[in-house]
């Protein structure tokens, strides 16, 4: 009886090992279960660091962007800055200089006033004012290498009075069908009075500055205005001016209309003065910031994928090194 009891319990040890050969391998069923639930959890950790990882390296490719769009924007805002514009008020401006070319023509007067009354041709000694200040400057021009005669006139100061400059021309050529007279403004006339090579200020000046012309039989009214332009560690000045044009009615004998007249008037439009100003508003503080931002998260963030990868490594080789060690207890 003895001996068929332990035969049919070895029997039963037997079939228990066909059917559960793993657990029958371990000493302990309880310890079994336990580290397959552990392993369970690790696999979790796993796939939520993976997870991590990618969103770590979605935010860091946002991060590389942002960094890429705020160095754009920078040098996109330093090399085209933003035009500021505001006006000065003044009770006088320095005198300009005015050059007149009047090729054949005559300077018949020049007289400043000081209000809107220009007197007729016919009372040209009966003018009241000043006569202007004025200088006859010969030089070669700076594109056709002629030879050019400028009348430099100084121009008008007193913004409030309404000072003006009146000048008149007379020529003698019938055969034309139009004639006209250049001028052109630039910024002080002291500046060429105290020039020592008057001929080559002249060329200097027609290079810089605008020509433009005023037609016979007709009083031109020119009224000028500054605009002062700073940026990039210099200065421009420039003149712009509104024409009206008034047809002169001539009262003169016929035989006396041969001549051809000119009439010109210069005055300041207002008293005020533009001033057109370069503001980069690229701050490079702010960058800096913004930069320094970026790159602290994407060192954080490579700390973070670093630390994540190594745990991964490190549950991976944990892993594998159990089912190592499950084979071998099997087999």
Known sequence: MLRRDASRSYQEVMKLCVKFPLYIADEDVVD???????????????????????????????????AYQTISDFME???????????????????PGIALYPGKAQLLSCVHHYHDNIPPLVALDRLKGRNCIKEEVIYHGPYSNLTQR???????????????IFLQFSRNETEEDFSAISYMIFAKFSDML???????FMMDCERNYSMWTFSGGFRTWVKMSLVKTSGRGNELVEFRQE???????????PQEQANELFFVVFQWRDPFIQQVKDIVTANPWNTIAI???VFMALFKAADFAKLSIKW????????????????????
């Open 243 to 253: 024409s009206n044009v008034v047809k002169y009615i001539d009262k003169r004998p």
């Open 32 to 66: 079994n279960n336990l580290m397959t639930i552990g392993f369970n959890k690790a696999c979790v950790k796993y796939v939520f660091t993976v997870i991590l990882v990618l969103i770590y390296l979605l935010l860091t490719t946002v991060a590389v962007f942002l």
């Open 150 to 164: 400028a009348i430099v006139v100084r121009g008008p100061t007193d913004v409030r009075n309404r000072e003006l």
């Open 312 to 331: 991964m490594i490190k549950i991976r080789k944990r892993h594998l090194r159990a089912k190592i060690r499950e084979l071998n207890q099997i087999s």
């Open 291 to 293: 930069l320094c931002g």
């Open 77 to 95: 805002k330093l090399n085209h800055p933003v035009m500021s514009v505001s006006y000065k008020e003044v009770e006088e401006f320095a005198a």
């Open 194 to 200: 105290e020039s020592s090579d008057k001929a080559a």
